[in-house]
Structures are given as C-alpha cells and as structure tokens.
C-alpha cells in the first residue's frame, strides 16, 4: 500500500515543491511510526482511510 501511496503522491502538483525542499528525505519512513515528513504522514493518513480526494 505504501508503495501506491507514493505513486499516487508523486503525480500530485505540490510534489516537485515537496521534493525540492526535502529532497531525498520526502519519503523516509520509520516501521511503527510512519513517515517522518508530516505533510506525507498526514497524505498517508488520509490515503488509509481511503479519503483519497484530499488537499495538502
């Protein structure tokens, strides 16, 4: 699902800003906490919940 998620997040127009400032790290995640950049973590959140028409 993660890997979806990412796909899915990747096609958004925001994406490019986001990886322009954190680079590499966008998408770092840690097992049993989740992904350590919040505006990720909060797009994850509503991706599970099956909310997928969100705006960030």
Do not use: A
């Not at 994406?15 to 973590?41: M, P, S």
């Not at 909060?42 to 960030?56: H, S």
């Amino acid at each position: 699902m993660k890997e979806q998620f990412e796909k899915f997040f990747m096609s958004q127009p925001f994406y490019l800003q986001l990886k322009y400032i954190h680079g590499d790290r966008l998408f770092d995640f840690d097992v049993g906490i989740g992904y350590r950049n919040l505006t990720v973590q909060v797009g994850y959140v509503c991706w599970c919940k099956e909310d997928r028409e969100f705006v960030l």
